[in-house]
């Protein structure tokens, strides 16, 4: 069975910035569109943004809430997706996952993707 791992979460102040990966064991990445989730404390879990595979372009959508602020990048060799965040706020905090979806394209729909990780805490002290 394959695995995502997310790493890269932490604790950081309002307007600082972290990036996190998610990387894979066991599954070839180049074959799934990735997205990230997250949920934060009391809420329904919350799409952050999507990449599709890099053979449809790799292209990128996002989450209104994030949308300028954050990027999402992979890069297959390394079997790894990346979130770059930047210009955190309080509201962002959450713990963060990473999603696959054997898709060329991903969606904001999290019942979409097939895998998932264990998820990342990120929080944002003001």
């Known amino acids: 069975q394959g695995q995502l791992v997310e790493s890269g979460g932490g604790l950081v102040q309002d307007g600082g910035s972290l990036r996190l990966s998610c990387a894979a064991s066991g599954r070839t990445l180049s074959s799934y569109a990735m997205g990230w989730f997250r949920r934060a404390p009391g809420k329904e879990r919350e799409f952050v943004g999507t990449?599709?595979?890099?053979?449809?372009?790799?292209?990128?959508y996002y989450a209104d809430s994030v949308k300028g602020r954050f990027t999402i990048s992979r890069d297959d060799a390394k079997n790894t997706v990346y979130l770059q965040m930047n210009s955190l706020k309080p509201e962002d905090t959450a713990v963060y996952y990473c999603a696959a979806k054997t898709s060329s394209r991903g969606g904001s729909s999290w019942y979409d993707y097939d895998y998932w990780g264990q998820g990342t805490q990120v929080t944002v002290s003001s």
């Open positions: 990449i599709s595979r890099s053979g449809g372009g790799g292209s990128t």
